[in-house]
């Protein structure tokens, strides 16, 4: 099952410029997708164009051949795991509660938990090791575990694709590796995966393959080592951008000082 | 909503020979509630404004035996509302009302 | 649910119907009551067959449809602050009834209906002012949609009530204080009809209710169509209420306290929390009522004041509560 944006334009009302001007992304199974660029380049334009949110002007935008916009949101539910960038907490939900919020597409608005649900559940709450916080309070958890416990909610709808938008945002080093490297291990067991990140460094080394974007249009696209050059970054972020190599292999980004 | 004790019509039915079950109420006028109309079982209902009473078709107010018996004096007109010249016609007209009222 | 959570909740509705029954101008003890039931001739079972029966049970109803408003309504506008009277039907059915009143309108009949179509027009207007905003039930251009047109409504009230005469006046402002005095068999039997299917359908948005509170966004990419579930909900709560207000005047609190506290007791869940909010909050009516009509006997309080009196300190000490 691939997820698939063709040539899509998307254009904000009011706006001068389109916010995507013929941008190509394939997301595909067992490979690790990301998404980067400057601020304002179209990266969560994109995102909420191929989860249906947003209609484009032009270009084809398919999931398992099928338009987006043709899925209804509890088909899609049930196939694409989504963490989104933000969500708003106006209730203290228990994080079992929470995680099973995932198996909603799948049980409709009456039908109770089954056995299957809960272990489906179960099955997220470990898998991003959160077990032992099942009956914690979701207000109560710090950003790492939030953001686990997020993303064992898409693990429980059982998804062939996990999007993930910007999901190491304001946590700390030691959060950040935990989250991409849950992400990588479940991409490893075969699902698909799609980063939206701000973090080159991370996107370089734990992803298979980039989408460099730049006011809307693709800079760049390949495996880190293709994208991740100096006078490419230089230009696209405006600012003077070496590359080194870690001893695994992975480039880095090191921006220059100024003075 | 009745009238207590202060107020005009009250002392006009105290003339006219009547009284009024509601003049433990010190305050001019008060919401009561039904439970309490039945309570006290008046012999008639004083109604204010002309023709038939809102309440009369109500199964809740029926419980009130005046209510039941259809005992109604209407009291419309302003010379009930308030002190005028024809205060002495209004007592007699409501003393009237009372003397037709079977017991 | 925690059993402990659910029996208290079932006592506790059970000790409101009985103090609702029991309490009032002629006030019973629990065995006299019991054998004046037996009796609906005589005086006493009368008044509770008749007068009080019929009171209570529309207290616990219009209660219960005014705390599943309201916890709806938190969930689709995303403020657990929000109450049933913030979309502006209020406004529009006080309205409607004080034109009633200033036309001479029986208070029991003619009156609830001109409170229920001045609501009606008010959620009319709300959902065409959000809709001209661009934004189809974004939840905060429904409030201020919602503030506008009670502003709008408050002001015609005032002016309508300048012009009336005193008795009038008296009329208007006891009915806008709310109250149950005008209940019946009658009343009752319309308003459970009516508020069945409301009650239901809202019941069972339970799940759509959990994902709307979490933003729009994060709702879809779960399963939820965001915007027809929101018009459903916004259409549903404000019918409810509508009716609700239409029967018994403006009771605050109701919608704003139930909620809160029920949520503390039982969870957020909403599949749990609206039925037990319906129990919780049609009690809480009940004992209020009771009070209403006891505390100043023969005079009748308006049951708006004792929901205000007893609901602004139980909310500060909610808030105090969830705040640290």
Redesign the interface.
């Known amino acids: 099952m691939i997820l698939r944006a063709g040539n899509v334009v998307v254009r904000y009302p009011g706006a001068a410029a389109p916010a995507l001007d013929g941008v190509d992304l394939e997301v595909h199974p067992a490979r690790l997708e990301a998404l980067v660029g400057p601020n304002g380049s179209g990266k969560t334009t994109l995102i909420r164009a191929l989860l249906g949110l947003l209609r484009p002007a032009r270009g084809q935008l398919t999931l398992d051949g099928k338009p987006v916009a043709a899925w209804r949101p509890a088909e899609l539910a049930r196939v694409v795991g989504v963490v989104t960038q933000r969500e708003e907490l106006v209730f203290a939900w228990r994080v079992d509660e929470f995680v099973m919020f995932g198996r909603y597409a799948r049980l409709g608005p009456l039908a109770p938990p089954t056995r299957e649900d809960r272990a489906a559940v179960e099955r997220a709450l470990d898998r991003c090791d959160v077990l032992d916080l099942r009956e914690r309070r979701v207000d109560t958890l710090s950003g790492g575990e939030w953001q686990r416990v997020r993303i064992a909610r898409a693990l429980a709808q059982e998804p062939r694709i996990l999007v993930l938008d910007e999901p190491s945002a304001a946590l700390d080093v030691g959060h950040e590796m935990e989250v991409f490297e849950l992400v990588r291990h479940l991409v490893d067991q075969g699902l698909a995966g799609l980063v939206v990140t701000h973090h080159l460094n991370l996107a370089a080394r734990f992803a298979d393959h980039l989408t460099l974007l730049r006011r809307g249009q693709v800079a760049a696209v390949g495996t880190p080592e293709a994208v991740l050059r100096p006078e490419l970054l230089t230009a696209v972020f405006q600012w003077p951008i070496s590359v080194t190599r870690l001893p695994d292999g992975a480039p880095q980004v090191v921006p220059d000082r100024k003075r | 909503m009745t009238l207590g004790r202060g107020s005009f019509l009250s002392e006009l039915v105290e003339r006219a020979g009547g009284r009024n079950i509601f003049d433990d109420l010190a305050v001019p006028s008060a919401v009561i509630s039904i439970e309490a109309v039945v309570q006290r079982d008046p012999d008639l209902v004083l109604v204010a404004d002309a023709g038939e009473p809102g309440i009369a078709g109500r199964p809740e107010w029926r419980v009130v035996r005046a209510v039941r018996r259809r005992r109604f004096v209407h009291a419309a007109g302003s010379e009930f509302s308030r002190p005028s010249p024809r205060m002495p016609e209004a007592v007699r007209q409501l003393a009237r009302a009372f003397g037709a009222v079977p017991r | 649910m925690r059993p402990t959570a659910v029996l208290a909740l079932s006592v506790a509705v059970v000790l409101a119907l009985a103090l609702g029954l029991l309490l009032?101008?002629?006030s019973f003890g629990p065995l006299d009551a019991l054998r004046a039931l037996r009796d609906p001739a005589a005086?006493g079972g009368?008044?509770l067959w008749?007068?009080?029966l019929?009171r209570v049970l529309l207290a616990f109803l219009v209660g219960g449809g005014l705390g599943v408003s309201g916890a709806c309504l938190?969930?689709l506008v995303?403020?657990?602050l929000a109450e049933p009277y913030l979309l502006g039907i209020s406004g529009g059915a006080g309205l409607g009834a004080v034109v009633g009143i200033a036309l001479g309108w029986?208070?029991?009949?003619a009156v609830p209906l001109a409170a229920f179509a001045g609501a009606l027009l008010a959620m009319g207007l709300v959902y065409r002012l959000a809709a001209v905003a661009g934004h189809r039930m974004d939840p905060r251009v429904l409030l201020l949609a919602g503030v506008v047109v009670s502003a709008f409504a408050g002001a015609l009230v005032s002016a309508i009530l300048t012009l009336s005469p005193a008795?009038r006046l008296?009329?208007a402002f006891?009915w806008l204080l709310g109250?149950f005095?005008s209940?019946?068999?009658?009343l009752v039997g319309i308003y459970a009809l009516y508020a069945a299917a409301p009650l239901g359908l809202l019941w069972?948005?339970?799940?759509?209710l959990?994902?709307l509170?979490?933003?729009d966004?994060?709702a879809?990419?779960?399963?939820?169509?965001?915007a027809r579930t929101r018009r459903l909900v916004y259409l549903t709560t404000s019918l409810l209420t509508a009716a609700c207000v239409a029967v018994s005047g403006m009771i605050g609190f109701v919608g704003l306290v139930a909620p809160h506290a029920l949520?503390g007791l039982i969870?957020?869940?909403h599949r749990r929390l609206l039925p037990a909010v319906f129990l919780g909050s049609g009690a809480f009516l009940v004992v209020a009522d009771a009070c209403a009509?006891t505390v100043v006997?023969?005079?009748?309080l308006?049951v708006g004041v004792v929901t205000a009196l007893v609901g602004v300190p139980l909310f500060a000490s909610l808030l105090r509560r969830t705040l640290t």
């Open positions: 009032g101008t002629v005086t009368a008044i008749q007068i009080r019929p938190q969930a995303r403020n657990p029986e208070v029991a009949t008795a008296r009329n006891l109250g005095s209940a019946s068999w009658a069972g948005a339970s799940r759509w959990d994902l509170s979490l933003g966004e994060t879809q990419s779960l399963g939820a169509q965001v949520r969870g957020p869940l009509r006997r023969p005079i009748e308006p």
